[in-house]
């Protein structure tokens, strides 16, 4: 694994993140939730944004963070801006934290084991980019789907 190739990737799908959240013609859409959607792009965005600033910006760049999972699906009407602004830091950990990272620790055992079993670093961050360029295409799809 190429961890700047990784960090492109990671960075092409923050930036479309952003562009999504700058394509909403009403802001307050951000927030709804509609149906059977269960979360706001808002606050999957926030999810996001906690879930990459504690394992990739604490755990991998030693970038303090004391995460708080009530916000991320629990603030409602956060100005786009400072949502904004919250993604380029989150783009800059994420940078930071992956291209000082040495790739010959890619092989080791990650301190995380979801799914019934422990994985590599490697492993890890293949499916930190996945969550986030599947919560990025339900942004998408919440976007289109409020016009």
Do not use: C
Not at 67 to 81: H, M, S
Not at 132 to 145: D, P
């Amino acid at each position: 694994m190429n961890l700047k190739e990784l960090n492109q990737l990671f960075q092409r799908d923050l930036e479309k993140l952003g562009q999504e959240l700058e394509a909403y013609s009403d802001e307050a859409k951000i927030w709804v939730i509609d149906k059977e959607i269960s979360n706001s792009a808002g606050n999957l965005s926030l999810h996001l944004f906690g879930n990459l600033r504690h394992f990739i910006g604490l755990d991998f760049g030693g970038i303090a963070y004391q995460r708080d999972r009530e916000r991320e699906f629990g603030a409602k009407d956060v100005p786009r801006a400072a949502m904004l602004a919250e993604l380029e830091e989150v783009k800059r950990l994420v940078a930071t934290s992956l291209l000082n990272l040495d790739s010959s620790r890619l092989g080791d055992k990650s301190l995380h084991a979801f799914f019934g079993h422990s994985m590599s670093i490697g492993f890890f961050l293949m499916h930190l980019y996945g969550h986030l360029n599947y919560h990025v295409g339900q942004i998408n799809y919440h976007r289109r789907l409020l016009g």
